[in-house]
């Protein structure tokens, strides 16, 4: 690797941090001003929307949890299952790949 070649990455890598250098103080400058944005709109939305459209303020408690079907829809019953029985002997172990 030759002198310039040495030089011109050097050169390229401080102009790249340079360059994020400068992003991040953008962007950090900007937080605030993303944060007065946020405030009027959560506002806008807490007081005069979901008045307008009687939504209530909190969730309701047990209307639907994650896991649950809904109550709404319950589930069909499943048609057209077999069940069968498993044999141990026929059960692979997993961590060798051997038949027990």
Do not use: C
């Not at 506002?43 to 109550?71: C, H, I, T, V």
């Amino acid at each position: 690797m030759s002198f310039t070649t040495i030089v011109l990455l050097v050169l390229a890598a401080v102009v790249a941090l340079a360059l994020l250098s400068v992003f991040f103080k953008a962007l950090i400058a900007l937080l605030p001003v993303g944060l007065v944005v946020i405030l009027p709109l959560w506002l806008y939305y807490r007081f005069y929307w979901r008045k307008k459209y009687k939504l209530p303020s909190w969730p309701e408690p047990d209307r639907f949890k994650p896991g649950q079907a809904d109550p709404e829809r319950p589930r069909k019953q499943a048609q057209d299952v077999t069940v069968r029985d498993v044999d141990d002997s026929e059960v692979h172990d997993d961590e060798h790949g051997k038949t027990n």
